[in-house]
């Protein structure tokens, strides 16, 4: 399976913030979205990543404000991103590897999606029920 198939199922809605919002702002929009991460596009560019983990690690433990810090303070800059052709295997690794749960997903530098790790892990999940029962009735004999 790609990220372009898990695309289709789940929908291409992109939210982002622009770098220049306060940290709040962007926690309000998330919040409202009941995302845990939003992108920081300025100009149509990628610019970063926001997450609830950078909030509580960079906001809430150093006892910052996020009304007067702005978003570009915070948020992740150097944002692993895929391609609408890469498979499941190839996210989950950098999912794991690079300790991240989102992935925006680019097509020739342009946002087309986002995939969380909630999205690759139900895929995964569906696939082994279809084969799951694609052996079922295989060895019971029963047609598909």
Not at 34 to 61: C, F, M, P, Q, T
Not at 71 to 95: F, G, R, S
């Amino acid at each position: 399976m790609t990220v372009n198939q898990i695309l289709s199922k789940k929908g291409k809605e992109v939210y982002s913030v622009l770098p220049t919002i306060t940290v709040y702002e962007a926690l309000v929009s998330m919040s409202e979205k009941n995302i845990g991460a939003i992108l920081v596009v300025e100009d149509d560019l990628l610019k970063g990543i926001l997450s609830e983990r950078d909030y509580a690690r960079k906001i809430a433990l150093k006892d910052k404000s996020s009304k007067e810090t702005l978003v570009h303070e915070i948020m992740a800059e150097n944002v692993i991103t895929v391609k609408p052709t890469d498979n499941l295997d190839y996210c989950m690794e950098l999912m794991y590897t690079k300790k991240i749960r989102h992935l925006p997903v680019l097509e020739n530098d342009t946002i087309i999606g986002i995939i969380s790790i909630g999205d690759v892990v139900k895929s995964i999940i569906d696939m082994q029920k279809d084969t799951i029962q694609y052996l079922d009735s295989y060895i019971s004999g029963s047609k598909l």
